[in-house]
């Protein structure tokens, strides 16, 4: 890694719209290169507790792969350790994690996946205070970029409060707006042809609520239920900074979990494995449940443009905008910024066409993978092609083999965490390990659940002729699922 401060500087001056997650990493690794870097952020900054404005999904679990961590802490080293102090939750992500895929829990074991469970919120306020603390960053704040100057030399900055809009010139534009297509009306406004888009329809709904955590829940930290096309309600419960839970319900189309808070509940019930369930019956509640909606997953083709400014380029959500129920969102704005670190080691000089080639590298596995995951999904459209329900296929029998095998399951999160490429899960070892096991019944008795407190979570039942607290989730599942066709 360069150093600050002791690499050769490629420009005088670097611009990044957006202070969000993907800015401040990009400010990072600009510094290295750029004299100055301004970071122009519309929002004003809050503190760790509370979501800027413009980040509404900023109340809502997120999740920093085990490959995201990494790259954040190289960025930011010591930030693991930092983040703990504060509150946050390391862990190991296959050991102390549960994860259901299917029905089935992944089996449970020590892994080389570390990842840190800890809010947006304040993951963000933490990496701006490293930001501003660089000598050459500059943070402004209430301050909305409104255009680019001629052949993106700069962007068209308007202050808060009705100000004069002023002209700041850069040697590198980068644009980490966000959702929006704000960076694709700015390109045509300058005579540039807009990117082609690739857009999933997935109609994904989730609702989140804070809660108190158990004084017995010390040692737990996440448990995630895959949602999929036999049971298209999910959710994820995360235990982060404050003492916290955030849970998370998942729903797709119409079927919005609520955001009643009884009502809430019995959604909870109906999910397919009763854990999350389980665990927050024994919660406090510290606020009122959250919607978001992420209808489309979106993603601009800039690499495939044949004109375009060389030194403005585009990362983060404004460039690919991901299913948020497969956690990929800040872990490619952390790869899209060692991209573009790789990019300008030629110099400021037509950077965007060598960072969106290799950004579209970066974008073109998780992009698969969350396709092939949501056209699993009925009302889904898109291209089933057989190479889609090959992987789909083979993918459910990586998780019936997860339940007992720990190295599939190890292979198989690293792939979901970005460590590894998908094709490993096709290496042979791995390739004989997966199909010697016959797929069955999912066995929900396979591995005791962890006891986040006494008696939220079953112990591991026996299947006798007596009622297990299975059954009665599933019986309550049945009364509290939506009638009707």
């Given at each position: 890694m360069t150093g600050i401060?002791?690499?050769?500087?490629?420009?005088?001056h670097a611009v990044v719209i957006g202070g969000g997650i993907g800015g401040l990493l990009a400010a990072r690794v600009l510094s290295e290169s750029f004299a100055r870097v301004s970071v122009i952020e519309r929002d004003e900054p809050n503190s760790g507790a509370t979501p800027r404005r413009g980040v509404p999904q900023g109340h809502h679990t997120h999740g920093l792969l085990a490959r995201g961590r990494e790259i954040v802490e190289e960025l930011f080293p010591g930030l693991t350790a930092e983040l703990t102090d504060l509150g946050a939750v390391p862990c190991d992500i296959q050991d102390d994690c549960v994860w259901y895929n299917d029905g089935r829990r992944l089996y449970p074991a020590p892994s080389r996946l570390r990842g840190l469970a800890v809010s947006r919120p304040r993951l963000e306020d933490f990496l701006r205070a490293r930001v501003a603390d660089l000598p050459n960053v500059?943070?402004?704040s209430r301050c909305e970029v409104v255009g680019l100057l001629p052949a993106a030399g700069g962007v068209r900055v308007r202050p808060a409060g009705g100000a004069e809009a002023e002209d700041v010139p850069a040697d590198l534009v980068v644009n980490a707006c966000g959702r929006g297509r704000r960076g694709a009306a700015w390109l045509a406004e300058l005579g540039y042809r807009t990117p082609a888009e690739e857009r999933v329809d997935s109609r994904l709904v989730y609702v989140t609520r804070e809660y108190r955590a158990h004084p017995g829940d010390a040692d737990a930290t996440s448990i995630l239920v895959a949602h999929g096309a036999?049971?298209?309600?999910?959710?994820?419960?995360i235990r982060v900074e404050g003492d916290r839970w955030l849970i998370t319900l998942l729903g797709m189309g119409d079927d919005?979990?609520?955001?009643?808070p009884?009502?809430?509940?019995?959604?909870?019930?109906?999910?397919p494995i009763p854990d999350i369930h389980l665990l927050m019956r024994r919660l406090q509640p510290l606020g009122p449940p959250r919607l978001m909606r992420i209808p489309t997953s979106v993603r601009h083709r800039y690499e495939?443009?044949?004109?375009?400014?060389?030194?403005?380029?585009?990362?983060?959500?404004a460039l690919c905008r991901f299913n948020p129920s497969y956690g990929q969102g800040m872990t490619v704005a952390a790869c899209q910024a060692i991209a573009l670190r790789e990019a300008l080691r030629e110099g400021p000089d037509d950077v965007a066409r060598r960072f969106f080639r290799l950004a579209a590298r970066i974008i073109d596995v998780p992009w698969d993978m969350g396709v092939c995951g949501d056209l699993r999904f009925p009302h889904v459209q898109g291209r089933r092609t057989p190479r889609v329900r090959l992987l789909n296929a083979y993918l459910a029998q990586v998780h019936v083999a997860a339940e007992d095998d720990p190295v599939v399951g190890e292979a198989f999160l690293s792939v979901v965490n970005m460590v590894a490429p998908p094709q490993s899960l096709f290496a042979p070892r791995l390739l004989r390990r997966v199909l010697r096991r016959r797929p069955e019944g999912a066995r929900l008795v396979r591995h005791p659940a962890p006891v986040f407190a006494e008696d939220v979570l079953p112990s591991v039942p026996q299947l006798t002729g007596q009622e297990t607290d299975m059954e009665t989730h599933a019986t309550t599942r049945a009364a509290a699922a939506p009638q009707g066709g």
């Amino acid at each position: 890694m360069t150093g600050i401060g002791h690499g050769d500087r490629t420009g005088k001056h670097a611009v990044v719209i957006g202070g969000g997650i993907g800015g401040l990493l990009a400010a990072r690794v600009l510094s290295e290169s750029f004299a100055r870097v301004s970071v122009i952020e519309r929002d004003e900054p809050n503190s760790g507790a509370t979501p800027r404005r413009g980040v509404p999904q900023g109340h809502h679990t997120h999740g920093l792969l085990a490959r995201g961590r990494e790259i954040v802490e190289e960025l930011f080293p010591g930030l693991t350790a930092e983040l703990t102090d504060l509150g946050a939750v390391p862990c190991d992500i296959q050991d102390d994690c549960v994860w259901y895929n299917d029905g089935r829990r992944l089996y449970p074991a020590p892994s080389r996946l570390r990842g840190l469970a800890v809010s947006r919120p304040r993951l963000e306020d933490f990496l701006r205070a490293r930001v501003a603390d660089l000598p050459n960053v500059e943070i402004r704040s209430r301050c909305e970029v409104v255009g680019l100057l001629p052949a993106a030399g700069g962007v068209r900055v308007r202050p808060a409060g009705g100000a004069e809009a002023e002209d700041v010139p850069a040697d590198l534009v980068v644009n980490a707006c966000g959702r929006g297509r704000r960076g694709a009306a700015w390109l045509a406004e300058l005579g540039y042809r807009t990117p082609a888009e690739e857009r999933v329809d997935s109609r994904l709904v989730y609702v989140t609520r804070e809660y108190r955590a158990h004084p017995g829940d010390a040692d737990a930290t996440s448990i995630l239920v895959a949602h999929g096309a036999a049971a298209p309600r999910g959710g994820f419960a995360i235990r982060v900074e404050g003492d916290r839970w955030l849970i998370t319900l998942l729903g797709m189309g119409d079927d919005v979990p609520p955001t009643d808070p009884d009502e809430y509940e019995r959604f909870a019930a109906t999910l397919p494995i009763p854990d999350i369930h389980l665990l927050m019956r024994r919660l406090q509640p510290l606020g009122p449940p959250r919607l978001m909606r992420i209808p489309t997953s979106v993603r601009h083709r800039y690499e495939r443009l044949r004109r375009l400014p060389k030194r403005y380029v585009v990362l983060g959500d404004a460039l690919c905008r991901f299913n948020p129920s497969y956690g990929q969102g800040m872990t490619v704005a952390a790869c899209q910024a060692i991209a573009l670190r790789e990019a300008l080691r030629e110099g400021p000089d037509d950077v965007a066409r060598r960072f969106f080639r290799l950004a579209a590298r970066i974008i073109d596995v998780p992009w698969d993978m969350g396709v092939c995951g949501d056209l699993r999904f009925p009302h889904v459209q898109g291209r089933r092609t057989p190479r889609v329900r090959l992987l789909n296929a083979y993918l459910a029998q990586v998780h019936v083999a997860a339940e007992d095998d720990p190295v599939v399951g190890e292979a198989f999160l690293s792939v979901v965490n970005m460590v590894a490429p998908p094709q490993s899960l096709f290496a042979p070892r791995l390739l004989r390990r997966v199909l010697r096991r016959r797929p069955e019944g999912a066995r929900l008795v396979r591995h005791p659940a962890p006891v986040f407190a006494e008696d939220v979570l079953p112990s591991v039942p026996q299947l006798t002729g007596q009622e297990t607290d299975m059954e009665t989730h599933a019986t309550t599942r049945a009364a509290a699922a939506p009638q009707g066709g």
